[in-house]
């Protein structure tokens, strides 16, 4: 007599697993490799797929969420730091960027962070500019974005130089100051975020143009944030040479 069980041959077959929605979610947030808002979502959703894979054990998905996992922690660290070197580095740093190299007679780091004349210049030259700098002002202390100029608005994105008014605190007091800054290169039009030109905008003793060579940044009103500009006038002022590669504008 035959002890074996009987089996049935036309027993139906074990239903297809189903894949999990949250790590497919995860999977397609992480499509745009270099965007990091996406990334760094593609990541949550992969973790949050995997403890849901745990709880649902009869889906689907498990290297689908670890991909989405690993890919957008790795890729939300590139693209950061890529955004970060590119440009977002000098928007955040600003000024302090700009001038700590300048005062400091730091010729190698005034090649990183300017261009043209001023990145030319011997420690020298720079020290003799601003040797002339403190004895009108006194000791270099900070900057900021200024509080008393906003931005223009009229600043085309397409020009690829913009002003950016500063306040530069010395030890005798703030003072306001533009920045020449150079978003893109007019040659190549590859992004360079990067220092070009100085004015010390000083009416009392005449504004200070830094470097020689250079075309100032073009003259900002002094007016508060939300105040509504007055008509700009097409008269310009005379420049004079002043000490070290520097120009005074009377």
Same mark, same amino acid.
């Given at each position: 007599?035959?002890?074996?069980?009987?089996?049935?041959?036309?027993?139906?077959?074990?239903?297809?697993?189903?894949?999990?929605?949250?790590?497919?979610?995860?999977?397609?947030?992480?499509?745009?490799?270099?965007?990091?808002?996406?990334?760094?979502?593609?990541?949550?959703?992969?973790?949050?797929?995997?403890?849901?894979?745990?709880?649902?054990?009869?889906?689907?998905?498990?290297?689908?969420?670890?991909?989405?996992?690993?890919?957008?922690?790795?890729?939300?660290?590139?693209?950061?730091?890529?955004?970060?070197?590119?440009?977002?580095?000098?928007?955040?740093?600003?000024? #302090? &960027?700009?001038?700590?190299?300048?005062?400091?007679? =730091?010729?190698?780091?005034?090649?990183? !962070?300017?261009?043209? @004349? +001023?990145?030319?210049?011997?420690?020298?030259?720079?020290?003799?500019?601003?040797?002339?700098?403190?004895?009108?002002?006194?000791?270099?202390?900070?900057?900021?974005?200024?509080?008393?100029?906003?931005?223009?608005?009229?600043?085309?994105?397409?020009?690829?130089?913009?002003?950016?008014?500063?306040?530069?605190?010395?030890?005798?007091?703030?003072?306001?100051?533009?920045?020449?800054?150079?978003?893109?290169?007019?040659?190549?039009?590859?992004?360079?975020?990067?220092?070009? #030109? &100085?004015?010390?905008?000083?009416?009392?003793?005449? =504004?200070?143009?830094?470097?020689?060579? !250079?075309?100032?940044? @073009? +003259?900002?009103?002094?007016?508060?944030?939300?105040?509504?500009?007055?008509?700009?006038?097409?008269?310009?002022?005379?420049?004079?040479?002043?000490?070290?590669?520097?120009?005074?504008?009377?």
């Amino acid at each position: 007599m035959n002890d074996q069980p009987i089996v049935d041959s036309d027993q139906s077959a074990a239903p297809a697993r189903s894949w999990n929605r949250t790590a497919v979610l995860a999977a397609m947030f992480c499509i745009p490799f270099f965007c990091p808002p996406m990334t760094l979502i593609g990541a949550g959703a992969g973790a949050f797929a995997l403890r849901s894979l745990k709880k649902n054990p009869d889906t689907k998905g498990a290297w689908l969420a670890w991909t989405a996992l690993s890919f957008g922690v790795v890729c939300t660290i590139l693209a950061s730091w890529m955004f970060w070197v590119s440009g977002l580095r000098t928007i955040v740093l600003g000024p #302090s &960027l700009a001038l700590a190299p300048l005062f400091a007679n =730091d010729t190698q780091g005034m090649k990183r !962070e300017w261009d043209g @004349p +001023a990145a030319a210049l011997s420690q020298e030259q720079l020290a003799q500019f601003t040797t002339f700098v403190s004895d009108r002002y006194g000791k270099y202390l900070s900057a900021h974005i200024s509080e008393k100029r906003a931005t223009p608005l009229e600043q085309s994105w397409k020009r690829s130089m913009v002003v950016i008014p500063i306040t530069i605190v010395f030890s005798s007091g703030p003072i306001e100051a533009d920045l020449g800054l150079e978003r893109f290169n007019q040659k190549t039009g590859k992004s360079s975020m990067i220092w070009r #030109s &100085l004015r010390i905008v000083d009416a009392a003793n005449a =504004d200070v143009l830094f470097p020689e060579g !250079e075309p100032a940044p @073009p +003259a900002l009103e002094t007016r508060k944030l939300g105040e509504i500009p007055a008509p700009q006038s097409s008269g310009g002022a005379n420049t004079t040479t002043a000490p070290a590669k520097a120009q005074q504008t009377p």
